[in-house]
């Protein structure tokens, strides 16, 4: 299916989104930090990024703009998944160039539906 980068500090969560994307048939590379998220989605080019947006320097807000901003990078879906959920944050992460915003807990079904619905281009 598909490779997707998931960019988040939290090892609880990391494992959970992974073990719900493995399961769907898709390949899962990780990164802790913003940065990291940034470097690795220049070095692998996946085909989705699920963004925390709470982390250690930069937040997902910042990676999120940068790589809707370079050129290898701004082709790639970026999902915000995060537990901030002000509808200012929702609109604030979906101007930085992401394509979805969901809360955190996310359900499975939901989390695989918006994953399907952005690589599709939807």
């Known amino acids: 299916m598909a490779n997707i980068l998931i960019v988040d500090d939290s090892p609880t969560e990391v494992h959970v989104f992974k073990t719900m994307l493995e399961k769907?048939?898709?390949s899962v590379a990780v990164a802790e930090t913003g940065e990291a998220g940034i470097e690795k989605a220049k070095e692998i080019i996946p085909d989705?990024?699920?963004m925390d947006i709470v982390m250690p320097g930069i937040n997902g807000f910042q990676a999120t703009?940068?790589?809707?901003?370079?050129?290898?990078t701004k082709s790639i879906p970026v999902?915000?998944?995060t537990t901030k959920d002000q509808e200012t944050d929702?609109?604030?992460g979906i101007r930085q160039g992401?394509?979805?915003?969901i809360v955190k807990p996310v359900k499975e079904?939901?989390?695989?539906?918006r994953v399907n619905s952005a690589l599709s281009g939807n």
């Open 79 to 81: 999902i915000i998944v």
């Open 90 to 92: 929702k609109v604030w």
């Open 48 to 50: 989705l990024v699920l």
């Open 65 to 72: 703009r940068q790589l809707a901003m370079n050129e290898s």
């Open 98 to 101: 992401a394509k979805d915003y």
């Open 24 to 26: 769907n048939g898709h």
């Open 109 to 113: 079904k939901d989390l695989m539906d």
